[in-house]
């Protein structure tokens, strides 16, 4: 029992500096900076990590990454995400959402997320896209705006975008390295609205490692 456990955290780790190793995705602008990842939140396997970024032309903002491992295929993952129904089970807040696939490899999720009190119901249209590699696969996100008649502005979510990427390990887990960037101001202060999204997050973690898990 020993030895299987040694073995394990020594495969994780392994994944875990590959990880590390994985570059930011594109945001938006020029003169990028970035400081150091902070961990904020670990639960139940689950992490998460802030660091500030600024780039030309957009305002201070930060940069949420959450880690965990996935004991799945890779294929069954992506399929979370690709499926409208199985999106549904694990995306927490959807209240309603449709998607327009243009390939296998391309579709755009139109969302309404519908947050906890005191938050405010939002609209989400987001870009996904995936790319694959030797070392695992990568889910890129954008949102975009899209006027809706009798939709106000202030009610949706504009420049928004991060990655999901997977890691495949030898003992065949799958690590899931995620990264987001929202330059939405908040509505309230960062210590009341944080500990919400980190339970959101992390709902929808653990619903999409049980969902993909899944027999």
Same mark, same amino acid.
């Given at each position: 029992?020993?030895?299987?456990?040694?073995?394990?955290?020594?495969?994780?780790?392994?994944?875990?500096?590959?990880?590390?190793?994985?570059?930011?995705?594109?945001?938006?602008?020029?003169?990028?900076?970035?400081?150091?990842?902070?961990?904020?939140?670990?639960?139940?396997?689950?992490?998460?990590?802030?660091?500030?970024?600024?780039? @030309?032309?957009?305002?201070?903002?930060?940069?949420?990454? +959450?880690?965990?491992? &996935?004991? %799945?295929?890779?294929? #069954? /993952?992506?399929?979370?995400?690709?499926?409208?129904?199985?999106?549904?089970?694990?995306?927490?807040?959807?209240?309603?959402?449709?998607?327009?696939?243009?390939?296998?490899?391309?579709?755009?999720?139109?969302?309404?997320?519908?947050?906890?009190?005191?938050?405010?119901?939002?609209?989400?249209?987001?870009?996904?896209?995936?790319?694959?590699?030797?070392?695992?696969?990568?889910?890129?996100?954008?949102?975009?705006?899209?006027?809706?008649?009798?939709?106000? @502005?202030?009610?949706?979510?504009?420049?928004?975008?991060? +990655?999901?990427?997977? &890691?495949? %390990?030898?003992?065949? #887990? /799958?690590?899931?390295?995620?990264?987001?960037?929202?330059?939405?101001?908040?509505?309230?202060?960062?210590?009341?609205?944080?500990?919400?999204?980190?339970?959101?997050?992390?709902?929808?973690?653990?619903?999409?490692?049980?969902?993909?898990?899944?027999?």
């Amino acid at each position: 029992m020993y030895r299987k456990r040694k073995t394990k955290a020594r495969c994780l780790l392994t994944v875990l500096f590959m990880a590390m190793c994985i570059p930011g995705f594109a945001f938006k602008g020029n003169g990028k900076t970035k400081s150091e990842w902070n961990l904020a939140k670990e639960s139940g396997g689950v992490t998460i990590h802030y660091r500030w970024i600024e780039a @030309e032309g957009f305002p201070k903002t930060r940069e949420m990454r +959450a880690q965990f491992v &996935i004991e %799945s295929e890779l294929p #069954e /993952i992506i399929l979370c995400f690709s499926d409208p129904e199985k999106y549904m089970l694990w995306a927490s807040c959807i209240k309603e959402c449709r998607f327009d696939k243009a390939s296998d490899s391309a579709w755009i999720v139109y969302s309404v997320m519908n947050y906890p009190w005191p938050f405010n119901k939002k609209i989400l249209v987001t870009s996904f896209s995936i790319q694959n590699s030797k070392e695992g696969s990568i889910i890129r996100i954008k949102a975009f705006s899209e006027k809706n008649p009798g939709v106000s @502005e202030s009610i949706t979510i504009n420049q928004y975008e991060g +990655a999901w990427y997977f &890691i495949p %390990s030898q003992n065949g #887990e /799958i690590l899931v390295d995620y990264r987001v960037v929202s330059c939405t101001k908040p509505v309230f202060p960062r210590f009341i609205q944080d500990p919400v999204i980190q339970k959101i997050c992390i709902k929808s973690f653990n619903g999409l490692k049980k969902l993909a898990e899944k027999k």
